[in-house]
């Protein structure tokens, strides 16, 4: 099973930047990094997704380290509405299987 | 909103019982994806239909089945039920069956087994 590392939980306070760390250190070449955000009572929600470069789009960036093997998610100014947990996903089907997630990152937004 | 549709909303059975939770795909997605979230054993994987045909198969126990209609709509059936398998269902479409990297999820359905 491709197995990622995230912490619980974070907190940040509202429109700073947060950054969301994640381990895959069992990553082989062609393997995607998705990430996935699950708000309260809700189904999860694509949040980005990259494969050896940064990538960016409007919601989040995400880094990716030189030898692959951890990310980061980066949210540029955090909301109250981006309190979700966080679900970093290392994903050995090309994109087109299903999704094995693990218990992600608890996201807490102070205002 | 995702497109994604689920019915129904919430669900209470009895053990042993079967019930079947529905889903429609967004418009143009041919892929289908059922996942379970329970509370110990978080969001797990349980199959994958394409255009009709069974792709991907995750944890899904063998009491449980699912189909694709040629209306590209899915079913997922849960048999013999326990109390275990309250929890939330959910299902998932995307585009192809390659090369899609985003799944976009239903509401879910709340299955609880009493």
């Known amino acids: 099973d491709a197995k990622t590392t995230q912490p619980n939980s974070m907190e940040s306070n509202e429109e700073e930047p947060v950054h969301l760390p994640c381990n895959h250190s069992?990553?082989?070449?062609?393997?995607?990094i998705h990430w996935y955000r699950q708000l309260p009572s809700q189904g999860p929600e694509y949040v980005i997704h990259g494969l050896t470069s940064n990538v960016n789009n409007r919601m989040a960036s995400l880094a990716i380290a030189e030898d692959r093997k951890s990310s980061t998610l980066i949210l540029h100014r955090a909301t109250l509405r981006d309190a979700a947990v966080y679900y970093c996903i290392h994903d050995s089907g090309g994109g087109a299987d299903g999704l094995t997630f693990g218990k992600g990152t608890h996201l807490i937004i102070q205002p | 909103d995702s497109g994604v549709t689920q019915t129904p909303k919430h669900l209470i059975t009895a053990t042993g019982q079967r019930v079947t939770l529905r889903c429609s795909p967004r418009s143009g997605d041919l892929s289908v994806y059922w996942y379970q979230q329970s509370l110990d054993q978080g969001l797990q994987f349980l199959i994958q239909?394409?255009?009709?045909?069974?792709?991907a198969k995750g944890n899904i126990l063998e009491r449980f089945s699912a189909q694709q209609f040629p209306d590209l709509h899915s079913e997922l059936n849960l048999s013999s039920l326990e109390l275990g398998d309250s929890a939330l269902y959910f299902c998932?479409?995307?585009?192809?069956?390659?090369?899609?990297?985003?799944?976009?999820f239903g509401p879910g359905t709340r299955l609880t087994v009493l």
């Open positions: 239909y394409y255009n009709g045909e069974e792709r």
């Open positions: 998932a479409s995307s585009g192809t069956s390659g090369l899609s990297h985003e799944q976009f």
């Open positions: 069992t990553i082989s070449g062609t393997d995607y």
